[in-house]
């Protein structure tokens, strides 16, 4: 299992530099001096020599193979870097910004397992009746309609409509702030994860050992959780690791929307200030946490089921 979780990491590296690199080359190839935007941002105006000593100063005079170099020996010894914008270590603007987005995430998290896994099990136990097509209607909805477009109209309805819920802000974590968001992040979610588990329960309950399970008497809910459930985890844990990653990604414009001030709404503002430190560590954080939780769901997944050891 330890070697087969290095070779996993190992061959994550390639991803990780790859990702840094695109991400590297598509800020760069923006039209646009970062010094010149900072300059029109603040109303000033300044001196050309002034001007060349601060991109002296943070590197921009440097050819570009030498810039991304710097990058990734700064992330060795854990410096990102500083911001253009606010002149602040980007390591502690993301450690400021962090706790908003893991919070919306990991509700997100539960509500895409809990609907998600719990209308699939529905959808496969009912299957051919109004239930099961309720359940793939559900599934097709969540999965193609757009997260801020899901967003708009739960805050139509919430938070303008019956005003029970607020529409935007984080007010130090308060719950009643963070459960529109989830909700918007967790159903897109929960329309993949939905048909992945119906799909894989329907081939479960197909199998000979299903029929001996109920021939034995075991109590239905009994034979559905431990039998039935049990052995159509991999293909659904596997789908929720990639979809951990989508939640980050989602959080992005969730975060927006919802004026959340966690790693997306900083990302956005990177992109748009042509902050590239910012950017490239708001990158390297979630490429990182991606490819962790993959890890994770791989080794997880090989645990769980002897099938895939026996396979690889």
């Known amino acids: 299992m330890v070697g087969y979780a290095v070779q996993r990491l190992l061959g994550a590296i390639p991803i990780w530099i790859a990702i840094t690199l695109i991400t590297f080359i598509l800020m760069n190839v923006i039209p646009g001096d970062p010094v ?31 810039q991304y170099l710097h990058f990734i020996q700064g992330f060795v010894q854990g410096d990102l870097g500083t911001s253009y914008q606010t002149r602040s270590p980007v390591t502690d603007l993301l450690l400021e910004r962090i706790p908003v987005t893991a919070q919306i995430t990991f509700l997100g998290l539960i509500v895409a397992i809990v609907f998600g896994i719990t209308i699939g099990i529905i959808g496969a136990l009912k299957r051919g009746s109004w239930l099961d097509s309720l359940v793939s209607s559900f599934s097709i909805a969540g999965v193609s309609l757009p997260s801020f477009l899901i967003g708009l109209i739960l805050m139509y309805i919430f938070a303008v409509k019956f005003q029970l819920l607020p529409a935007s802000g984080y007010a130090s974590g308060e719950l009643k702030f963070l459960i529109l968001p989830s909700i918007t992040l967790g159903l897109g979610v929960c329309g993949v994860i939905a048909r992945i588990t119906r799909s894989s329960m329907i081939d479960i309950l197909k199998m000979d050992f299903m029929t001996t399970a109920y021939a034995k008497g075991i109590s239905s809910w009994r034979v559905v959780l431990l039998h039935a459930l049990k052995n159509a985890l991999p293909p659904i844990m596997t789908i929720i690791g990639v979809q951990m990653g989508f939640l980050l990604s989602g959080a992005v414009i969730t975060e927006t929307i919802f004026a959340l001030p966690g790693i997306g709404r900083l990302l956005v503002d990177g992109i748009l200030q042509r902050d590239l430190p910012t950017v490239q560590g708001c990158v390297v954080f979630i490429t990182s946490v991606f490819l962790i939780i993959n890890l994770i769901t791989d080794i997880f997944c090989r645990w769980i089921d002897p099938r895939i050891r026996l396979d690889t």
């Open 36 to 66: 010149t935007q900072l300059m029109d941002a603040r109303g000033g105006s300044m001196d050309k020599k002034v001007i060349e000593q601060i991109r002296e100063e943070w590197g921009l005079n440097d050819p570009l193979p030498l």
